[in-house]
T-cell receptor
Framework: DQQVKQNSPSLSVQEGRISILNCDYT??????FLWYKKYPAEGPTFLIS?????DKNEDGRFTVFLNKSAKHLSLHIVPSQPGDSAVYFC??????????FGKGTRLHILP | DTGVSQDPRHKITKRGQNVTFRCDPI?????LYWYRQTLGQGPEFLTY????????KSRLLSDRFSAERPKGSFSTLEIQRTEQGDSAMYLC????????????FGSGTRLTVV
């Protein structure tokens, strides 16, 4: 039972353009959402998060949007840079200190 | 801050053997988590500790798996009688009660059971 779904296994975006990564969730008890970035042979790195009481959180080039009614969140990266090529994991927590991850989306930034 | 350290980075073992992995969290982090990641999947929760107390175990953690965190510092994850299905990346993460919600992950231990 996949509670956090990332339906796009991969995404290719031209350098300088906007990258939009999408995520859907099924558990209405989730109240905190996170995005992680992972390079090969490294552990995931925390990128940005959002509480369910907000609908937007911004940190530099990264913005996360949350639509609770649709149980959907997205990560926007603008402008996209070559170093952004990685696997991005959407994750969520129901306040029990356990984070549930999606399967990830591999982002390729094209020159 | 040296980050979360995991040892070994790679382990190849024969089916039926026991293996033990170690995780050293960031020193001021009192919460420690173990996850497992297989190819094409996201990290899957296995278990977590608050200080030395193991607070939750996933049903993924069969009775062949045991985790400890003596004295609330480093942690070990042992797998007994390994099976080929245990081949995966085992990730350790930690965080502080007073810090942000996001975990800090180590680089993982890649286990291959042959």
């Amino acid at each position: 039972d996949q509670q956090v779904k990332q339906n796009s296994p991969s995404l290719s975006v031209q350098e300088g353009r906007i990258s939009i990564l999408n995520c859907d969730y099924t558990n209405s008890m989730f109240d905190y959402f996170l995005w992680y970035k992972k390079y090969p042979a490294e552990g995931p790195t925390f990128l940005i998060s959002i509480s369910s009481i907000k609908d937007k959180n911004e940190d530099g080039r990264f913005t996360v949007f949350l639509n609770k009614s649709a149980k959907h969140l997205s990560l926007h990266i603008v402008p996209s840079q070559p170093g952004d090529s990685a696997v991005y994991f959407c994750a969520a927590s129901a306040g029990d200190d356990k984070i549930i991850f999606g399967k990830g989306t591999r982002l390729h930034i094209l020159p | 801050d040296t980050g979360v350290s995991q040892d070994p980075r790679h382990k190849i073992t024969k089916r039926g053997q026991n293996v033990t992995f170690r995780c050293d969290p960031i020193s001021e982090h009192n919460r420690l988590y173990w996850y497992r990641q297989t190819l094409g999947q996201g990290p899957e929760f296995l278990t977590y500790f608050q200080n030395e107390a193991q607070l939750e175990k996933s049903r993924l953690l069969s009775d062949r798996f045991s985790a400890e965190r003596p004295k609330g510092s480093f942690s070990t994850l042992e797998i007994q009688r390994t099976e080929q299905g245990d081949s995966a990346m085992y990730l350790c993460a930690s965080r502080s009660d007073r810090g942000t919600y996001g975990y800090t992950f180590g680089s993982g231990t890649r286990l291959t059971v042959v």
